[in-house]
């Protein structure tokens, strides 16, 4: 377990309509923090659905690039930016996907929805949904699209018990990360969503503990990810300790860099 971590690869814009500030305001940030790396990775939008509150707009895609690509240049000497997407993965869209990875530096695997219109893991995620949860992010991670699956216990948002087949989702998922070498992010932002009453006692919904139990007994490499929404996110120096505290004594092995691929 770290204490500090010199970059962060999980960083939104204003483009999801979720997310505050300049996309500058991000990188200054970071300047602040002393991170030596910035990866902006943005809510990727799709060709032909949109969710406004929840993703870019595929139509503003080109400007997120550009300017992030600008700040790149501009702040070259002082920390090295990535410009990146948090995708979600269908296998609709694959094609899609693999031509919006020659564009852009990284992507990180996010899944938040089943569908590419919807149905919010978030809302509700019984037993077969974590199935499906867990093989969608799985496809993602044997795709070679992906360099890490972001907050991957995602589905106890939108769940009160941690089940069998939760179980069995984290066995998969750790199993199919050592495989594919895909960092699994430690989720900053989850503790800002306050503790759920969960059947084994209140938490917060990730990390998740009894998840994160089950992904130590493999050799996974794990990284934090702030998951900002606002650029102030980035100078949160108490985070990382804080969600230490929810994983302590887990033999969790932290990566001394962020590995694209
Ligand atoms: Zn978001
Ligand atoms: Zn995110």
């Not at 200054?28 to 993703?55: C, M, N, V």
């Not at 503790?191 to 493999?218: L, M, T």
């Amino acid at each position: 377990m770290k204490s500090k971590q010199d970059f962060n690869m999980h960083t939104h814009t204003k483009r999801c309509g979720h997310a505050y500030g300049d996309d500058e305001q991000y990188v200054l940030a970071a300047i602040d923090a002393g991170f030596k790396q910035l990866g902006f990775s943005e809510h990727i939008g799709y060709t032909w659905f949109d969710i406004p509150t929840d993703r870019m707009l595929y139509r503003d895609t080109n400007d997120y690039l550009t300017s992030i690509y600008h700040l790149k240049e501009k702040y070259r000497d002082k920390i090295d930016i990535k410009v990146g997407f948090e995708i979600e993965y269908y296998d609709s869209e694959v094609d899609f996907l693999k031509d919006m990875r020659e564009r852009c530096d990284y992507m990180i695997v996010g899944q938040h929805c089943k569908y590419v219109d919807g149905f919010g893991f978030d809302y509700l995620c019984r037993d077969e949904d974590v199935r499906d949860y867990t093989d969608l992010v799985c496809k993602a991670m044997r795709s070679g699209l992906v360099s890490c699956l972001a907050h991957p216990d995602y589905f106890m948002l939108g769940r009160r018990s941690f089940s069998k087949a939760c179980e069995e989702a984290a066995h998969q998922i750790a199993q199919c990360a050592v495989e594919c070498d895909v960092l699994l992010e430690v989720n900053l932002k989850g503790r800002k969503s306050g503790k759920k009453p969960y059947a084994q006692g209140d938490a917060y919904p990730y990390p998740y503990r009894p998840f994160w139990e089950i992904i130590a007994q493999y050799s996974v490499q794990c990284v934090y990810g702030y998951d900002a929404h606002v650029p102030v996110d980035l100078l949160d120096e108490r985070a990382i300790d804080e969600c230490n505290k929810l994983i302590e004594g887990l033999n969790l092995t932290f990566a001394d860099e962020f590995k694209i691929k």
